[in-house]
């Protein structure tokens, strides 16, 4: 059959980039933050039921994902290799990549609980540091869900936490979260709820006394920055 020849895969993956509604939609998500359909429907000037089509185009092609968040369904594009992909058209075109900007206000997008976890641009910078040191691990069948990795582990231990106790919780020991206000994804689970509570207790973090926002202090700074080489 043509649809088995790479070269026919090829032109359908090729048309559905091709459409500039489309195309705009995967240009807004090269950020890395995930969005709506009805933003992605702003950002390509159409109307709602409009974009909903065409990102069912994208999602067929695997070039866009889906993520459902409570009554809310995000949209990211479908893999790094889509990203990787993306940015080479991109520079071919020699076109500027947009610039996401968030509207949460400014004290809860820096800083805030999520239900029993951390969330915001600090959480967010967390995960990443914990990726990218291998403390974190990727569940190979689930790329959503997390193990600690040897080192990781053992930091963990040396920064207090009880790993086994928290890995008897009858929650998901470890996952992703994704961020409402950065769109990207905050460290969830059980261990998410670990290290909030280890920053609290240690008073690296201070609840607000009338919302969700998490105020970081002069002593968290410098915690955040030895352990997690987070410089805020």
């Not at 359908?12 to 933050?33: K, N, Q």
């Not at 280890?198 to 955040?224: N, V, Y």
Request: proline fraction near 3%.
């Amino acid at each position: 059959m043509d649809a088995d020849f790479a070269d026919t895969r090829l032109a359908r993956l090729a048309a559905a980039i091709a459409e500039p509604a489309r195309a705009r939609m995967l240009c807004s998500l090269m950020d890395g933050h995930a969005r709506t359909g009805t933003e992605l429907a702003a950002i390509a000037e159409i109307g709602t039921s409009t974009a909903s089509v065409h990102l069912a185009k994208l999602k067929e092609q695997q070039l866009v994902q889906v993520i459902a968040q409570g009554k809310h369904r995000y949209y990211q594009l479908g893999s790094s290799e889509v990203a990787t992909a993306l940015e080479s058209l991109l520079a071919i075109a020699g076109a500027p990549q947009p610039r996401f900007k968030p509207s949460t206000p400014p004290r809860l997008r820096h800083a805030r609980t999520c239900y029993d976890h951390m969330a915001g641009e600090l959480a967010v910078k967390l995960h990443d540091s914990c990726v990218q040191q291998t403390w974190l691990v990727g569940d190979q069948q689930d790329n959503s869900v997390y193990e600690l990795s040897q080192a990781g582990e053992q930091a963990l231990t040396n920064l207090g936490i009880d790993v086994d106790l928290t890995r008897q919780s009858r929650r998901r020991f470890a996952c992703t979260c994704l961020d409402w206000s950065e769109r990207r994804p905050h460290l969830g689970g059980a261990l998410g709820a670990a290290l909030l509570a280890l920053s609290l207790k240690h008073k690296w973090l201070e609840r607000d006394l009338d919302s969700r926002a998490l105020s970081l202090t002069r002593e968290g700074k410098k915690q955040f920055q030895r352990h997690f080489a987070i410089v805020i």
